[in-house]
């Protein structure tokens, strides 16, 4: 009797230590990843700048919307201001659009994309190259990275290409609406005239869509007065001044009369 009690007595012992055991790795299993999770984690800067690193807009479409953007929303209490500026590249600040500078603020209540308008100039001047716009971002204030700074805008141009005029040939003869200032589709083939000159009348423009450009020297502290007659409909006549390089040019309407 006394060896059986004194076995189930051990055999409850070795039982209750088993458990106190399972109890011990029990504990030590959740304590140790508490001690882990304690270390805390390292943030990284937010960073912010152009979602891209070109731009385009048609030049009739304008303003060209330039978006900034920050890759997470600022913590409680924390602001990012940036500026942004508008730089000349093969476009002229004025003529083809107009200089642009100003600030956007990110905090933890605003958007993580904003943007800001460059204006477009609409000059009607045909045969353009496209042009461009260096775009650039500063950091003013607060804890951020600058990501993307620099960016690049480009400004097609929508007036029409001038329709070529039909050349004669031995074959077809001289056509009745080739003139004598032909070639001149283009600026750079402008015909240049005198005042008061004889071959400037009696012009034709054909086939649809034809552009004709002349050019003429003046005297400077000299008054002239130019007008253009017997319009047809659909015709506009511009003075381009000055042209002393393709792009730097600057177009007026000319007086007209019927």
């Known amino acids: 009797m006394i060896k059986r009690s004194t076995r189930a007595r051990l055999g409850h012992l070795s039982l209750i230590l088993l458990g106190l055991a399972g109890g011990l790795a029990y504990l030590g299993a959740i304590t140790r990843p508490a001690t882990v999770g304690a270390v805390p984690i390292q943030q990284t800067d937010p960073q912010i700048g152009f979602t891209s690193t070109s731009f385009t807009v048609v030049e009739n479409q304008g303003p060209a919307v330039i978006q900034v953007q920050i890759n997470r929303t600022p913590d409680a209490g924390e602001t990012i201001v940036v500026e942004y500026l508008t730089l000349p590249g093969?476009?002229?600040?004025?003529?083809?659009?107009?200089?642009?500078?100003?600030?956007?603020?990110?905090?933890?209540?605003?958007?993580?994309?904003?943007?800001?308008?460059?204006?477009?100039?609409?000059?009607?001047?045909?045969?353009?190259?496209?042009?461009?716009?260096?775009?650039?971002?500063?950091?003013?204030?607060?804890?951020?990275?600058?990501?993307?700074?620099?960016?690049?805008?480009?400004?097609?141009?929508?007036?029409?290409?001038?329709?070529?005029?039909?050349?004669?040939?031995?074959?077809?003869?001289?056509?009745?609406?080739?003139?004598?200032?032909?070639?001149?589709?283009?600026?750079?083939?402008?015909?240049?005239?005198?005042?008061?000159?004889?071959?400037?009348?009696?012009?034709?423009?054909?086939?649809?869509?034809?552009?004709?450009?002349?050019?003429?020297?003046?005297?400077?502290?000299?008054?002239?007065?130019?007008?253009?007659?017997?319009?047809?409909?659909?015709?506009d006549t511009c003075l381009l001044y000055p042209s002393p390089r393709p792009r730097d040019r600057t177009r007026y309407r000319m007086p007209s009369s019927a």
Not at 96 to 105: A, F
Not at 116 to 124: K, L, T
Not at 158 to 183: H, K, N, W, Y
Request: aromatic share 8%; charged share 15%; glycine share 6%.
């Open 90 to 235: 093969t476009a002229i600040p004025g003529q083809d659009y107009t200089t642009t500078t100003g600030q956007l603020t990110f905090s933890n209540s605003t958007q993580t994309t904003q943007s800001f308008n460059v204006p477009i100039i609409n000059n009607a001047t045909s045969n353009q190259t496209n042009r461009t716009v260096n775009l650039v971002l500063r950091l003013v204030s607060g804890e951020a990275t600058l990501a993307t700074g620099q960016a690049t805008l480009t400004i097609t141009d929508d007036d029409p290409t001038p329709t070529p005029t039909i050349r004669p040939t031995a074959a077809t003869g001289t056509p009745i609406f080739v003139d004598l200032s032909e070639p001149n589709d283009t600026l750079e083939e402008a015909y240049e005239v005198q005042p008061d000159a004889a071959a400037i009348c009696q012009l034709t423009l054909w086939p649809p869509g034809d552009l004709d450009f002349y050019r003429f020297a003046v005297k400077s502290g000299t008054f002239y007065q130019l007008t253009t007659s017997d319009l047809s409909p659909g015709i």
